[in-house]
């Protein structure tokens, strides 16, 4: 059975400042995808993720992919309030397109 | 824009009573799954659908029903409401293997159960 930790669940941080998410996973996946939520919010989508190795970018946000240690992490470098959001990684396995979740990090920058 | 569309977008509705919400889908989107999220919680799996065939569920009972249509559409049925139904469900679509591998989703469906 695929599992999904998520950590830090929760995290407070100024503006200018670098942190990282991190997902571990139990199994072999497929497929990782990374997205946020806003509150009262729908989920966007910010990266696919599907080969070791995988680095993919957007703005302030990146994201990497190390499937032989089953790990992800989603990096924000010189944080901006306009991240503030909850942040879910999601995997799928055999080819279903079925995601398993995280249980999401809630992220504050401060001004 | 995901292109994937949800109503109703809030709805209140009697403990006991019964629920349809829908879901519309980009044209060539042939998966679509549908999601319960509780509040302050991650998203769980309900089941998926592809080409109007079930092939997949969550450990969700029997009174969680879906259909698909051949024009992308696609409901949520969910009978014998229960206060823990409560949530946000969301619909998912993703298209072909060769369109990417990007899963869209739509706004969702606020459902309070009193």
């Known amino acids: 059975e695929l599992k999904v930790e998520q950590n830090p669940l929760f995290l407070s941080m100024q503006e200018g400042k670098n942190y990282t998410i991190y997902c571990n996973y139990s199994?072999?996946?497929?497929?990782l995808y990374w997205y946020r939520q806003d509150p009262g919010k729908s989920l966007e989508s910010l990266f696919v993720?599907?080969?070791n190795g995988a680095v993919k970018q957007e703005g302030r946000l990146m994201a990497s992919l190390d499937t032989k240690a089953r790990l992800s992490t989603l990096h924000i470098t010189a944080a901006v309030h306009d991240l503030s959001a909850t942040y879910f990684c999601a995997l799928t396995m055999d080819s279903n397109y079925q995601l398993i979740w995280g249980a999401g990090t809630k992220l504050i920058i401060k001004p | 824009e995901t292109g994937v569309t949800q109503s109703p977008t809030h709805l209140i509705k009697t403990r006991g009573q019964q629920v349809t919400l829908r879901c519309s889908s980009q044209?060539?989107?042939?998966?679509v799954s549908w999601y319960q999220q509780a509040l302050g919680q991650g998203p769980q799996f309900i089941f998926q659908y592809y080409r109007e065939e079930e092939n997949g569920r969550g450990n969700f009972p029997p009174r969680f029903s879906g259909l698909q249509f051949p024009n992308y559409s696609s409901e949520l049925n969910v009978n014998a409401l229960e206060l823990d139904d409560s949530a946000l469900y969301l619909c998912?679509?993703?298209?072909?293997?060769?369109?990417?591998?990007?899963?869209?989703f739509g706004e969702g469906s606020w459902l309070t159960v009193v």
């Open positions: 044209s060539g989107h042939n998966t």
């Open positions: 998912a679509s993703r298209g072909p293997h060769t369109s990417g591998n990007t899963i869209y």
């Open positions: 199994t072999t996946s497929d497929r």
């Open positions: 993720l599907l080969s």
